[in-house]
DNA sequence: GTTTAGGAGACTGTATACAAGACCTGACAT
DNA sequence: ATGTCAGGTCTTGTATACAGTCTCCTAAAC
């Protein structure tokens, strides 16, 4: 009955199911575009369709998968365009997070997103980059909780997935230079001050972008007046 | 077999469930807290528990249903404080999408939406509450789509719903006077005045808050510097 | 009177079965 | 050579069946 072996955090095989899809999403082993056979899936997972279906949907609300009825699903198409337009939206709402955050200024959040800095300084300095990457995902989501907006929370979710998936396909080069970035992010919610904070956050997700542009070698059509 | 007679312009059972348990949620029909099983809503839609079980994890990615293991899944509950973070969120995402919409100016766009506000215009005058709501969720979400950007249409539309459900709670007497504020939105878009679509977006929604907070009694514990 | 074991009922989670639509192939007609 | 039509296969959509878990009620024990 088994095949999936992850975290047993979980209490269905659903939510196993629909981790494990987002993994193999995020990770590339799923490539874009690629049909998602409910079948197929089922049986390389050692469950039935079911779960497997119901974590579709789920993934398709969260933008990784795009399903067309009776045609099937298929990994969600991310095209330079979309990878773009991410970004202008997490300037948006991770610059809100920042702010939200700086405002409440919670002991717990801010110990938290302490260990996270930490555990990534080291993760990067021994060059393990897929925790590094998860690190970072649980920066940006540590921010989003330290704003104490549920609403915000829902949503930065999937949204910082989707950012981290765009950046699996490039380099990790920024990484060091990004969590300098984190640190004066975190200083500056820590310190409580709403305009630096949300300033840090948007320069951050700009830099990223930046060097999201150069390394997928475009010339950036994008109007910044 | 059939039960739901809704827009017809699905094509799947599950579609319709998901857009029918929705409208039961957003109208009241649903309450909050209230318990969705799956065997009961089954039988009241005519259909099979599997179609249901799907719509209930789609509304839960949105936002509208909250699902625990093994527990059963429950309408949302939607505190002050949560319909409160809510506008925090829409100011941050609906004011870029009208920067974005203003900065890309489609014609097309500009068409729907004006249409929407004369439908409104009439809708308004002839006191048809109902369709006012769902001509103020086609308006918002328009300039989504005017925006170009698909990751924040995607985000937007639950979001906006979500404001609908909140204010399906309080009267409609604000009406006349959002109207008005979506008349020199649209324009300050059309005009392709940037900082104007997003101040004036913005503004809506701090106005709308306002008038939420006012008629649900409650003294603003936000800190608004 | 309070507490606790146990069991019936209700509901969710998962699997399996069946129905219907979409796609591909190849033969046949034009 | 192109088109199109029939049949079969693959896949999704929906229904049904079964297993496991939670809840609540009852009754006995202290």
Redo the contacts with the bound molecule.
Sequence with gaps: ?SGITLGAAH???????TAELRHRILTGELRQGE??????L?ASL??????V??SIRVLAAEGFVQ???????TVALLSQEEADELFDVRMAVEGLAARLAARKRSAASAELLRTVLEQAGEAVADGRLEQVAALNTAFHLGIGEAAGNSYLTLMMKPMVQRAQWIFSRTAAARAPHSWTEHLSLYEAIAAGDEDDAQARAVAHVAAARRSFLAETGRTATHRND
Tied chains: 1, 2.
Excluded: F
Aim: glycine content about 6%; aromatic content about 0%.
């Design positions: 009955m209490q269905t095989l659903r939510d196993e199911v049909r998602l056979v409910e079948d197929r089922a050692g469950v039935s369709r079911n779960p279906r119901e399903v067309v009825p009776r045609l099937g699903a």
